[in-house]
T-cell receptor, first 110, second 114 residues
Framework: GNSVTQMEGPVTLSEEAFLTINCTYT??????LFWYVQYPGEGLQLLLK?????DKGSNKGFEATYRKETTSFHLEKGSVQVSDSAVYFC?????????FGPGTRLSVLP | EAQVTQNPRYLITVTGKKLTVTCSQN?????MSWYRQDPGLGLRQIYY???????DKGDVPEGYKVSRKEKRNFPLILESPSPNQTSLYFC?????????????FGPGTRLTVT
């Protein structure tokens, strides 16, 4: 079946540090890939997406590139802020099937 | 404003007492879905619906029912709740066709079953 694996958290960084959250997937076809963010007490919000191989999704300084050869979609940001503290979910869509990773909690310290 | 709404946001109930969590979207989306979120497990899909009167089981459907009589509404029904259904529940919606579309999520319903 389809699945998504993310690096385990929590991840704790100082403000302005570089962020990488790893995400790899297993799928029976060629899915679309997403990163969602969940701030405390809120629902999930789409952060960025990529719909085909080599696409780069970007938003709010975050980036992720769809790598078919390594089945990966790692999330990066060059300089994190305290306001980026949240839980990040990697997800895939294949037809009507949406699959989410377990989430990675990020804490950014001032 | 485009949104997915859920009610109630918080609910404490007792084992066996039937309850319904409502979900509504105003974006004319065909696809709607229910998830539960538990620590360390991420989001697991309970049921989904591709359109009116079309529903399918997700990964963890046991103990839940859904209905889709109107396009905008997709209620989640727990006929006889049990403590292992204590969780945070999210409703989501999306345009259905193809692979391109992301899901929009409601704010969540925190359910406690004692």
């Amino acid at each position: 079946g389809n699945s998504v694996t993310q690096m385990e958290g929590p991840v704790t960084l100082s403000e302005e540090a570089f962020l990488t959250i790893n995400c790899t997937y297993t799928a029976t076809g060629y899915p679309s890939l997403f990163w969602y963010v969940q701030y405390p007490g809120e629902g999930l919000q789409l952060l960025l997406k990529a719909t085909k191989a080599d696409d780069k999704g970007s938003n709010k300084g975050f980036e992720a590139t769809y790598r078919k050869e390594t089945t990966s979609f790692h999330l990066e940001k060059g300089s994190v802020q305290v306001s980026d503290s949240a839980v990040y979910f990697c997800a895939l869509r294949l037809g009507q099937n949406f699959v989410f990773g377990p989430g990675t909690r990020l804490s950014v310290l001032p | 404003e485009a949104q997915v709404t859920q009610n109630p946001r918080y609910l404490i109930t007792v084992t066996g007492k039937k309850l319904t969590v409502t979900c509504s979207q105003n974006m004319n989306h065909e696809y709607m879905s229910w998830y539960r979120q538990d620590p360390g497990l991420g989001l697991r899909q309970i049921y989904y619906s591709m359109n009116v009167e079309v529903t399918d089981k997700g990964d963890v459907p046991e103990g839940y029912k859904v209905s889709r009589k109107e396009k905008r509404n997709f209620p989640l029904i727990l006929e006889s709740p049990s403590p292992n259904q204590t969780s945070l529940y999210f409703c989501a919606s999306s345009f259905s066709p193809g692979l391109l579309y992301e899901q929009y999520f409601g704010p969540g319903t925190r359910l406690t079953v004692t």
